[in-house]
């Protein structure tokens, strides 16, 4: 058990639809960050808030957003929803920006677009 | 544009013969070097890492070694184990960066 929880393990919707993921990080890391991983695919990187900041945005699209609240758990938004959207969405946290890298996942929420 | 590179989607091993993992990169910016494993249903979990200061890393059955000329680096498992069977994913960053770099990742299979 990495500490990282995210919900919900799996999702159905429909395209068009919006979704919210959630993500609590590990008791006392301050970083959050999220990660797609479609069929086939590594693990891509959308953004990283570091105590309520942005600090990082990768390859996320612009219907997706995210924020970190005061209480350091995080929300991915995804809006508009497209079949290609399917993925399994990763929440990580660290304590701190990570210099070495390690960082700490979820057990992931299964995206299904249909 | 992928950074990172895992070539061999798959390998398969017997057990206690030694499972060799391969990563290629192109960033020479990259400073750190990861690896994760994962198993099914469940989020990848960090296994050693090596700093670009260095050509080798070791922990216990888990030696990563790293040619920077080359940028290649390679996880080295030695002796495998049934339970090694797992994906696994090679990352990279830069110091000055935050989000780490996968490779699309391999699946190992060691077999009694």
């Known amino acids: 058990d990495s500490g990282v929880t995210q919900t919900p393990k799996h999702l159905i919707t429909a395209t068009g639809q919006r979704v919210t993921l959630r993500c609590s990080p590990r008791s006392g890391d301050l970083s959050v960050y999220w990660y797609q991983q479609s069929l086939d695919q590594g693990l891509q990187f959308l953004i990283q808030y570091y105590n309520g900041e942005e600090r990082a945005k990768g390859n996320i699209l612009e219907r997706f957003s995210a924020q970190q609240f005061p209480d350091l758990h995080s929300e991915l938004n995804l809006s508009s929803l497209e079949l290609g959207d399917s993925a399994l969405y990763f929440c990580?946290?660290?304590?701190?920006?990570?210099?070495?890298?390690?960082?700490?996942f979820g057990e992931g929420s299964r995206l299904t677009v249909l | 544009d992928q950074q990172v590179k895992q070539n061999s989607p798959s390998l398969s091993v017997q057990e206690g013969r030694i499972s060799i993992l391969n990563c290629d990169y192109t960033n020479s910016m990259f400073d750190y070097f990861l690896w994760y494993k994962k198993y099914p249903a469940e989020g990848p979990t960090f296994l050693i890492s090596i700093s670009s200061i260095k050509d080798k890393n070791e922990d216990g059955r888990f030696t990563v070694f790293l040619n920077k000329s080359a940028k290649h680096l390679s996880l080295h498992i030695v002796p495998s184990q049934p339970g090694d069977s797992a994906v696994y994913f090679c990352?990279?960053?830069?110091?000055?960066?935050?989000?780490?770099?996968f490779g699309k990742g391999t699946s190992l299979l060691v077999t009694p």
């Open positions: 990352a990279a960053k830069r110091n000055s960066g935050y989000a780490l770099n």
């Open positions: 990580a946290s660290s304590v701190g920006s990570s210099v070495t890298g390690e960082l700490f």
